[in-house]
């Protein structure tokens, strides 16, 4: 009998874990019979009552697992490594506020079933702020334009993932992975299912301007050369332009010595451009430096506190946490 393991990383999710964790069985049992399955939570250190409603789901029904982090490790970190403690012949990654449909979960096994070694969702819609999918449009189609690697528009990392992938995953030993990166680099001929994203069920996100930009950056880091390129080329253009622009100058004050005052207007106009310009690509070199330190220096994905309902130990393998 094959095995389904369905993996909700949560984060102050009181309202919801309850909620997803009867909707997911309901569909398993319900719609998918002849399969086992596990249920994986992988909280990230939620400071509510995420946790003591885990502990009590998992004492109900042992096929319900549990990973409580040490501390928050990100929104890429532990979701990634929660994948790599699963057991099942695929992993279906959702999230606890029912933003991804419950009902997609038959949907990715049938595809599954029909040779995709990945299935995942794609956005057609969404019932969220229409400002907030405008922006995430524009910036699907910024980065797919820039990056040298194929980026995935509306794919926020949801979907079924075959076992042989998620050993490619294991084999990476990326201390700063991104999913959505990996699949379209790394990832088998897949399967893309449309849907409509709904509302959250209960509770605010978590996604503030911080983590968007923060994932904004990891793409634009980790899959585009644009930035260096662009820092190489307008500086290469503002150089150029400067030096005709100060031959000019002295080419008038000699000509016209008394009748072609330079003033400090230009001056000042000049370095405030060019001091600009400066900070801005030095800003940006430094997300880049950001990006290659955090993976030099080879830190855990994530530093488990407790889990639950795991028959198996723990040990470290390569700065990574795996299953004996």
């Given at each position: 009998?094959?095995?389904?393991?369905?993996?909700?990383?949560?984060?102050?999710?009181?309202e919801?874990?309850?909620?997803?964790?009867?909707?997911?069985?309901?569909?398993?049992?319900?719609?998918?019979p002849?399969?086992?399955?596990?249920?994986?939570?992988?909280?990230?250190?939620?400071?509510?009552q995420?946790?003591?409603?885990?502990?009590?789901?998992?004492?109900?029904?042992?096929?319900?697992?549990?990973?409580?982090?040490?501390?928050?490790?990100?929104?890429?970190?532990?979701?990634?490594?929660?994948?790599?403690?699963?057991?099942?012949?695929?992993?279906?990654?959702?999230?606890?506020?029912?933003?991804?449909?419950?009902?997609?979960?038959?949907?990715?096994?049938?595809?599954?079933?029909?040779?995709?070694?990945?299935?995942?969702?794609?956005?057609?819609?969404?019932?969220?702020?229409?400002?907030?999918?405008?922006?995430?449009?524009?910036?699907?189609?910024?980065?797919?334009?820039?990056?040298?690697?194929?980026?995935?528009?509306?794919?926020?990392?949801?979907?079924?993932?075959?076992?042989?992938?998620?050993?490619?995953?294991?084999?990476?030993?990326?201390?700063?992975?991104?999913?959505?990166?990996?699949?379209?680099?790394?990832?088998?001929?897949?399967?893309?299912?449309?849907?409509?994203?709904?509302?959250?069920?209960?509770?605010?996100?978590?996604?503030?301007?911080?983590?968007?930009?923060?994932?904004?950056?990891?793409?634009?880091?980790?899959?585009?050369?644009?930035?260096?390129?662009?820092?190489?080329?307008?500086?290469s253009?503002?150089?150029?332009?400067?030096?005709?622009?100060?031959?000019?100058?002295?080419?008038?004050?000699?000509?016209?010595?008394?009748?072609?005052?330079?003033?400090?207007?230009?001056?000042?106009?000049?370095?405030?451009?060019?001091?600009?310009v400066?900070?801005?690509?030095?800003?940006?070199?430094?997300?880049?430096?950001?990006?290659i330190?955090?993976?030099?220096?080879?830190?855990?994905?994530?530093?488990?506190e407790?889990?639950?309902?795991?028959?198996?130990?723990?040990?470290?393998?390569?700065?990574?946490?795996?299953?004996?």
């Amino acid at each position: 009998m094959k095995k389904i393991s369905i993996l909700i990383p949560c984060y102050n999710e009181e309202e919801n874990v309850g909620p997803i964790s009867e909707a997911v069985v309901e569909t398993l049992e319900r719609d998918l019979p002849e399969y086992d399955y596990e249920l994986v939570f992988i909280d990230n250190d939620s400071t509510d009552q995420t946790r003591p409603i885990l502990r009590k789901i998992c004492s109900e029904n042992p096929r319900i697992k549990a990973i409580f982090n040490a501390k928050n490790f990100g929104q890429f970190n532990s979701p990634y490594y929660g994948m790599l403690q699963c057991t099942g012949d695929c992993v279906i990654s959702m999230v606890a506020d029912f933003q991804d449909p419950v009902d997609m979960i038959p949907k990715y096994v049938h595809e599954w079933e029909n040779g995709y070694k990945i299935v995942i969702g794609i956005k057609t819609g969404s019932k969220e702020n229409p400002i907030m999918y405008a922006l995430r449009s524009c910036y699907y189609k910024m980065i797919k334009k820039l990056s040298d690697v194929e980026q995935i528009e509306h794919f926020t990392g949801s979907g079924l993932y075959d076992r042989d992938f998620i050993e490619i995953l294991r084999e990476l030993d990326d201390p700063t992975p991104f999913l959505r990166g990996i699949v379209a680099e790394l990832g088998y001929k897949r399967k893309e299912i449309p849907y409509i994203q709904p509302q959250r069920r209960a509770g605010k996100t978590h996604n503030n301007f911080y983590r968007l930009y923060d994932a904004a950056m990891l793409s634009v880091t980790s899959y585009t050369k644009v930035g260096l390129r662009l820092a190489t080329i307008f500086g290469s253009i503002c150089a150029a332009i400067s030096m005709i622009v100060a031959i000019v100058y002295l080419v008038m004050k000699l000509l016209h010595w008394y009748d072609f005052p330079a003033g400090m207007a230009p001056v000042l106009i000049g370095m405030c451009f060019l001091g600009s310009v400066q900070i801005f690509f030095i800003g940006l070199v430094g997300e880049y430096i950001l990006s290659i330190n955090s993976r030099v220096m080879k830190r855990p994905l994530v530093v488990e506190e407790e889990r639950l309902n795991f028959d198996t130990p723990v040990k470290k393998v390569g700065g990574k946490q795996h299953e004996m």
